[in-house]
């Protein structure tokens, strides 16, 4: 089946360092990958997508690239700021039935300090 | 309106109560979508509408849980005799049609969160 695998948080860095979110997953076909970001007191939001094979995602200096061969989709920013502490989300979404269901990791949640 | 909305934000039920949860889509959104959050956990998928039309209930988990969307916007998920174990962030999400194959932004809802005690 589908299912989607993430590093066990809390991830704790200081402001500027670099970040790595591992995500892994498993599919059927060629799901669209999603990460997904909830801020403190707000509801999901999508930070990035890619739809296939080497495409990268990238949004407010975060980015992912969809890795076949190794089926990951690791979220990085190189410089992170104390207002990107939130828990992220990998997801994937199956090619099925032509809606979009998405499929959910576990959830990091990343705390920043200055 | 400006997003996706859900009320009541806060829901605190006795074991054996029924609840009925709303979500107002982003207006013309044809594909609607209830995740269930526990804590500490990601959403899993519940249920499926496009328009009025209920495709996908495969992640209901029992059938104490009814979802209904009877004109195409506003949907109302139902669970009955609520159980411990319902005790969750409910979360509704809506999207525009896309073309086959191509994977729409779902807008998330902030969201009920019900506390069955």
């Known amino acids: 089946g589908n299912s989607v695998t993430q590093m066990e948080g809390p991830v704790t860095l200081s402001e500027e360092a670099f970040l790595t979110i591992n995500c892994t997953y498993t599919a059927t076909g060629y799901p669209s990958l999603f990460w997904y970001v909830q801020y403190p007191g707000e509801g999901l939001q999508l930070l990035l997508k890619a739809t296939k094979a080497d495409d990268k995602g990238s949004n407010k200096g975060f980015e992912a690239t969809y890795r076949k061969e190794t089926t990951s989709f690791h979220l990085e920013k190189g410089s992170v700021q104390v207002s990107d502490s939130a828990v992220y989300f990998c997801a994937l979404s199956p090619v099925s039935g032509g809606y979009n269901k998405l499929i959910f990791g576990a959830g990091t949640r990343l705390a920043v300090h200055p | 309106g400006a997003g996706v909305s859900q009320s009541p934000r806060y829901k605190v039920a006795k074991r054996g109560q029924d609840v009925a949860l709303r979500c107002d889509p982003i207006s013309g959104h044809v594909s609607l979508f209830w995740y269930q959050q526990a804590l500490g956990q990601g959403p899993e998928f519940l249920t499926y509408?496009?328009?009025?039309?209920?495709?996908?209930k495969s992640g209901l988990p029992s059938d104490r849980f009814f979802a209904e969307r009877p004109e195409g916007s506003v949907s109302t998920l139902k669970i009955q005799r609520t159980q411990q174990e319902d005790s969750a962030v409910y979360l509704c999400?809506?999207?525009?049609?896309?073309?086959?194959?191509?994977?729409?932004?779902?807008?998330f809802g902030p969201g009920t969160r019900l506390t069955v005690l």
């Open positions: 509408f496009q328009n009025e039309a209920q495709l996908d």
């Open positions: 999400a809506s999207s525009s049609p896309g073309l086959a194959g191509i994977h729409n932004e779902q807008f």
